[in-house]
């Protein structure tokens, strides 16, 4: 399926309208390209399940939870869809961005409990060479920007600043990510692009998968 450029002329309208008012009496445009993408995310989910194994697709609610913010505006002005790996065995999962001018897939590990994120330290610490030959291999770097993700200001307690993988230890998150233009978006071959690019990744996320269904003496937890 090929999505449309109505898409981002629609999500352009609602960022200028972004009432109730307006949105219910636009919601017959908003109801077609929300059935449309959730299409496209389920092509992608078949695409994934090639190579992968994923458990399920969701496409987000447009709906801001707005109890905490104080920007009140009710809707949201992008669409958000993700698909997850099956658990236990595989870890991280997918994500895909529309919004014009500012799309972007990604994928990794964005947000790591607190046990996952001490277990992937562990590794950095005690042997990060394999995990920086995969983040630098050209087999990723040709498609993939570089690792990205917050992370802390300093090292983490306990943990020497100095360490030779610091710049990797003191990250909270780990996530590649790629940016599409509209026309990328809605071009003949993004579907394709999409495949090729989560295909390119797997040996990080399966290597990363691996880290973290083990305990640190490397016996699995299941």
């Known amino acids: 399926m090929i999505l449309s450029q ?57 709906y801001r939870d707005v109890r905490f913010s104080k920007d009140k505006t ?11 790996r099956t658990r236990p065995e595989l870890r991280g999962g997918y994500y895909l961005h529309l919004s014009p001018g500012e799309s972007f897939l990604a994928c990794g590990f964005w947000d790591p409990s607190k046990n996952d994120l001490d277990r992937i330290r562990y590794e950095l610490i005690h042997d990060g060479d394999k995990f920086k ?15 990205q993700g917050n992370e802390l200001k300093t090292s983490p307690r306990g943990i020497d600043k100095n360490h030779l993988n610091i710049d990797l230890i003191r990250k909270k998150q780990y996530i590649f990510s790629k940016k599409y233009t509209d026309k990328e978006v809605c071009s003949d071959d993004f579907l394709d692009d999409i495949e090729t ?17 083990t305990n640190k003496n490397g016996e699995s937890l299941f």
């Open 197 to 213: 690019s989560f295909k390119a990744i797997q040996p990080f996320l399966n290597y990363m998968s691996e880290i973290l269904t």
């Open 133 to 147: 030959k995969l983040i630098r291999s050209k087999s990723i770097n040709s498609i993939w920007n570089d690792l």
């Open 74 to 84: 009710p809707y949201k002005k992008h669409f958000g869809l993700t698909w997850k």
């Open 6 to 62: 109505d898409i981002f002329k629609f999500l352009k309208k609602l960022a200028n309208n972004n009432t109730r008012d307006w949105f219910q009496a636009n919601k017959e445009f908003y109801k077609t390209h929300q059935s449309n993408i959730q299409i496209f995310g389920e092509q992608v989910k078949t695409r994934l399940n090639t190579f992968d194994s994923i458990s399920n697709f969701k496409l987000f609610r447009i």
